[in-house]
């Protein structure tokens, strides 16, 4: 439950597979047959029935996002998501992470899920620049919850002290706008 007061976004330094949320979403390849970084982890905690149950999901393109139980994670959902591969910033790159994050939180509102976890989607081996990414995640997340009264709290789990300091800015940017917004 969140403090009333208290911003529904957070930024934390943290192993997403620890947290103790509705959902989690994986940065997962094509196939969602697991694989390095994020998706490794996610994978390995959950436990062998998250592989026999994305094998029944025959895949997921680039921007789109399908969901299974968190088997063995404390989190009771996982939402696997596939970001785009960066490649000169110019081959629909935005679209297809803004993408992402909109499916998700698609998933999240169908499932009526109150508190969700996201990683820096692409940001690992898929070399999508941190300051980049994460404006089109806090931004994206941010105005669905302009519509979203259900979601109560979207954390954004960061794998280093970099990822970190970029979503707090990012954050903290969104909250001035929407406190000056409201003033006006």
Known sequence: M????QSRLLSIRTDITKLDV???VNAANNALLGGGGVDG???QVAGPELLKACAKLSGCATGEAKITPGFELP????????????SDGHSNEDQFLLSCYERCLDIAA???????AFPAISCGVY????????KI???SVAHRLTTNDEIE??????FNNEAHDHYEHEISLIEYQLQHSSRH
């Open 110 to 116: 169908t499932y009526h899920l109150t508190t969700l």
């Open 137 to 139: 995640a806090v931004s």
């Open 153 to 158: 709290q979207v954390t954004f789990a960061c």
């Open 127 to 134: 070399g999508y620049p941190i300051a980049l990414a994460t």
């Open 75 to 86: 989190a009771k959902y996982v939402i696997h998501t596939v970001g785009p591969i960066w």
């Open 41 to 43: 982890a996610i994978h």
């Open 2 to 5: 969140v403090v009333e007061g």
């Open 22 to 24: 509705d959902a989690i």
